[in-house]
């Protein structure tokens, strides 16, 4: 019988940060589960370290790319990899409170109808504790699929993505793409699946450095955080993160008032960010005279919040 919850901490150049983070997730007061560590390729000491939390916890599958995939592929990965019916992603940078993982297993296993449970965050940069409590502040317990997409577009930092989710409703969402935002698409088709459930207690505790924060990147800089083998400019988000809620309703298992509410929301999106939408157009077309257009493997979702995707 296969272990209770799936964790998956994809890394990258984690030296740093990534033996407290480890350590949390092996001191949870819920133990049946196993840890997928995917280090992107590191040129540092990562390797190192995480085989040798590997050798002295069978509970730990350690994994090396022989390429850096990208940020997108290698949270990917550690998922793919995941053979739980609960499923974590887990930041090399962050600390996990002991009590997080059973918070938030007993709040899915008391509630059905909900695909994700997440404690309040607090953020800190040397010291777990020495920051801001940091909640996302969205409940959504909602009834109705649509009443919950539309609450889930006001989320702006993808803290829920580090909660516990049911691994059936992740398969059928398009994961991560390549592209900044995409954590927030996929939370809300995850939103048209089933409840989201914010827990009271801060149990999850995430480092602020400009080092952990997509936000705070040039565009070089993120281009090559998500695709690190293309030399080529990320352009036309706007389009990209509205093409990613489209498909989440489309594909959706929705009562046909509730499609048709949210394609006229979709709608009301389009008209808001058309002046985006065209500036990125122009920007993109620019890109393509000089020789610096998209690649065409950049395809998909993403959104507008701040990211934080470790690779």
Known sequence: MGPRISIGMPCYNSERWISPAIESLLAQSFEDFELIVSDNASSDGTWDIVQRYAAGDDRIRAYRNPENLGASANFNRVFELARAPYFKWASSNDWCAPGL????????????????????????????????????????????????????????????????????????????????????????????????????????????????????????????????????????????????????????DLPVRQRLRLIGHLAKMARWRSHDVFAEAIDSMRGAWSGDAVPDSAQGGGSGGPGRLDR
């Open 101 to 252: 993982l059973d918070a938030c297993r007993n709040a899915l296993d008391a509630d059905p109808g909900a695909v994700l449970a997440c404690p309040r965050a607090g953020m800190f940069t040397a010291v777990p504790g020495d920051g801001p409590d940091y909640p996302f502040g969205l409940d959504l317990r909602q009834g109705e699929p649509a009443e919950r997409f539309v609450g889930s577009l006001a989320i702006r930092r993808n803290i829920p993505m580090n909660g516990l989710i049911r691994s059936t409703a992740l398969r059928r969402t398009e994961l991560i793409r390549p592209y900044y935002g995409s954590d927030l698409v996929m939370i809300s088709a995850l939103a048209l699946q089933g409840k989201l459930l914010e827990l009271p207690q801060t149990l999850l505790f995430m480092r602020d450095t400009s080092e952990t924060s997509t936000a705070r990147m040039g565009a070089d800089a993120v281009r090559r955080h998500y695709a690190p083998k293309s030399a080529r400019r990320m352009t036309n988000q706007s389009l990209r993160n509205w093409l990613g809620y489209w498909r989440a309703v489309r594909d959706a």
